[in-house]
């Protein structure tokens, strides 16, 4: 909530709110110098706001203390910031060598037929975001991908339409 | 919902003497706090160490133990430890712990993490205490939410006890230690490149020498270790150098543990810690069980998707640094892939050079351009309409990518498997080449 006393940074299209300077100022406090929250920062933007839109890049920077132009390099860098607007939730699919061997090229077939997307692509309903990923570590689990925060595995073809029907 | 890490490694007899980082997991995979991990002798080598060993003697029990890096490239960890400039007790110096782990097949961080925390916090804490660092940063990948979430857990709980903070146990040791996660791309777990990540820059490798013990994050002494490497320490400064060095079997020059794995069409995928010398082949059968019923073994890699692919025949090599080497590949992470005889290997390598092909920083010619050629080539070849000089190609991109022309490891990682791939499975790629126009029948 946005009150009288408390300092927000606006730009023409985006204010911080205060819960997010705080958490950018909680972030900073774990460095020598600001710039090390950058990642922090971006991830803050992006858990309220699904994305990182532009007005937060020079937002973020002034909080920092560092040229937006070097913000918006961090911002395109990494791949777990996204830059446009996704899907409500973030489908990731481990395309790594393990889950290939074990049929990840299946299920990802399984997914583009249930939600008419392919990698980098968001459902029209605005629900899904297909992305890969690399191995995510369950190797021994078959085929896996995270849904959010979500971990499944034993992945098959099959499985998937159910498994994304529990998102909505 | 959580598909927690907990696996074969849960479930095979362990004991303290032989299994120094997993024999404190829980049976239901579950992770260990604090209460359970002091009651299983947790935090007792940290108390050692602050209260009875000077910062040089921590590190030469390190260095004497001959413990080696568990981050890929085993470096020795006490000759690492001792490139540190002496501390003037002024200069912050950092300790970092590589939990990047995005390699694929390699998988055992993150149940170490997500099950054992306090093993590397407490490893932490005294290697920091070598180092006279004051400060740790764990950069955690941001996919491993479970282990950052038990991290921080864990930290909250070490941090309300005393172990982290100012004046730790009254012994005038100061560490503080914080968890960083980052948000994708594998060349953050390269170290320099880790290291501008952490600075909140983009993660291209810098420049050697100078290295980061010398200047490192924010230009300060610094040193890297892998998350394993790190949960090795405790035992050592527990159990002593002469218990580390003996625990490997006959023949391994390496020492101590190592969590090794095989996945792949296996019967019984899974990591368990074993002692270095074992040979690939009770790895492959007494641990993994061998392949699945209508399976059979082609080929394997011993330690992730940087390492050479080699043949059944070598599975008797032994899973140490030589063992491995006198076969023609590295060890790696030790975690082993079994690729059986559905695989097709350009497509494999196809799936593989995508990967780094998209993972490259972009930062040199050879690695920024050849990978993604690789990936042209072996597309085509997979459709089979390959040239016949792509194998040719093939084979100048993996030596214009190897060691030493590129500024980092990840383009000689990358080539590595495909020319292993091309020597011991040319028949496949040839096979890819289309008939020559002329003599494709009318
Ligand atoms: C492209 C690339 C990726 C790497 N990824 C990791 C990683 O995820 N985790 C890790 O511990 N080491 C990784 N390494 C190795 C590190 O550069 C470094 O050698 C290691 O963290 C040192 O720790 P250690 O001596 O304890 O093994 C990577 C290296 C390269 C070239
Ligand atoms: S070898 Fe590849 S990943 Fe490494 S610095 Fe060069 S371009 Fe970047
Ligand atoms: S390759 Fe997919 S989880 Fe490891």
Partial sequence: MQTDNQALI?????????????????????????RAASIDALKIVQATHGYVPDGAIPAIAEVLGIPAADVEGVATF???????????????LCDSMTCYINGHEDVLAAITAKLGIGYGETTADGLFTLLPVCCLGNCDKGSTMMVDDDTHGGLTAEIIPGLLEQYS | MMLS??????????????????WRLRDDGQAVWLDEYESKDGYSAMKKALKTLAPGEIASQVKDAGLKGRGGAGFPTGVKWGLMPPSDGVTPRYLLCNADEMEPNTWKDRLLMEQMPHLLIEGMIISARALEAQTGYIFLRGEYVDAARNLNHALDEA?????????????GVNFELYVHTGAGRYICGEETALINSLEGRRANPRSKPPFPAAVGVWGKPTCVNNVETLSNVPAIIGNGVTWFTGIARPGSEDHGTKMMGFSGKVKNPGVWELPFGITAQELFEDYAGGMRDGYTLKAWQPGGAGTGFLLPEHLSAQMYAGGIGKVGTRMGTGLALAVDHTVNMVSLLRNMEEF?????????TPCRDGLPWSVKLLRA???????????????????????GKTFCAHAPGAVEPLGSAIKYFRDEFVAGVAMPAAATPA
């Fill in chain 2, 5 to 22: 890490s907990v696996g074969p490694v849960n479930r095979i007899a362990r004991s303290a003497e032989t299994h120094p980082l997993t």
């Fill in chain 2, 356 to 364: 780094f092909a998209r993972e490259s920083c972009g930062w040199c």
């Fill in chain 1, 10 to 34: 606006a730009t023409s299209r985006f204010t911080l709110s205060p819960q997010e300077r705080t958490d950018m100022e909680n972030a900073k406090s774990h460095y020598p110098d600001p």
């Fill in chain 1, 78 to 92: 990494y791949s777990q910031i996204f830059r446009v607007p996704v899907g409500r939730h973030v489908v990731r």
């Fill in chain 2, 381 to 403: 070849l997979e459709r089979g309409e390959g040239k016949d000089t792509d194998i040719e190609t093939l084979l100048q991109l993996v030596g214009f990518l190897g060691p």
């Fill in chain 2, 159 to 171: 941090r309300a006890k005393g172990y982290i903070g100012q004046n730790i146990l009254g012994t």
